[in-house]
């Protein structure tokens, strides 16, 4: 006959309090990592809520403007208001 087997010594089982804070722990973690995504996603305003409208921009046309005509005296060397004098 063998001798009789030597039992293990015994462990209880774990604390209730640990288990929910190791719960509550993972819980907060997955939390605030969810809330950091969505805070700082990219593209926060081409998001598909919200309907697009497509606008054309109206055609105009510009007004008409007036040339007035300088004339230059043959012996002046000063050029008109407004314009560049050519050399």
């Known amino acids: ?3 009789p087997r030597r039992r293990s010594t015994y462990r ?3 604390n209730r ?3 929910a ?3 509550l722990s993972s819980l907060a ?3 605030v990592t969810a809330t950091l ?3 700082l996603r990219p593209n926060k305003d081409s998001g598909s809520t919200g309907t697009t409208t497509t606008t054309t921009p ?3 046309t510009p007004a008409p403007t007036t040339v007035v005509p300088t004339t230059v005296a043959p012996g002046d ?3 008109p208001a407004g314009t560049t004098p050519t050399s």
């Open 58 to 60: 109206a055609i105009t």
């Open 1 to 3: 006959m063998s001798p």
């Open 29 to 31: 973690i997955v939390v």
């Open 37 to 39: 995504i969505w805070v």
């Open 77 to 79: 060397t000063t050029a």
């Open 12 to 14: 209880p089982p774990r």
């Open 21 to 23: 804070i190791a719960v």
């Open 17 to 19: 309090r640990e288990v």
